[in-house]
């Protein structure tokens, strides 16, 4: 009787029930082998992308250093390594300057003119 095609294919149908073990188990243990593989390999990625991103923390850390020395300021605040919370690219961008104060470089910050505070009575329109 011939099988529809809708019907689940079963390796015992082809083979002899001997040789579809023998299969199955080699489809099972080649399995097994891949699973472990793909985790062997997640694992190698990760750690690539935490040493990629070690590498890039450090240059970046060189480089906010780097941007002080040539300056040849002191940082406002650093971390417990030693480098500076805040690059001086990002403190000039906000208005500090580097001007020269009694033959060195001082960090001065912007100075603020903003608007005086309203009061309660510059919302009142009855006046």
């Not at 294919?9 to 099972?28: H, K």
């Not at 100075?111 to 505070?117: A, K, L, Y």
Request: negative net charge; hydrophobic residues 35%; aromatic residues 6%.
């Amino acid at each position: 009787m011939p099988r529809s095609f809708n019907e689940p294919w079963e390796p015992e149908d082809i083979f002899d029930r001997e040789e579809a073990a023998a299969r199955r188990q080699r489809m099972n243990e080649m399995m097994e082998r891949n699973a472990v593989l793909a985790a062997q390999e997640e694992a190698a990625e990760e750690r690539r992308r935490a040493e990629s991103s070690a590498r890039a923390r450090q240059a970046n850390n060189e480089t906010i250093i780097n941007q002080y020395r040539a300056a040849g300021v002191q940082p406002l605040s650093t971390n417990a390594d030693g480098v500076p919370l805040v690059s001086l690219t990002m403190l000039l961008s906000m208005g500090w300057k580097v001007i020269e104060f009694e033959g060195e470089p001082t960090l001065v910050r912007p100075q603020h003119t903003s608007p005086p505070r309203k009061r309660r009575e510059d919302y009142d329109d009855s006046n």
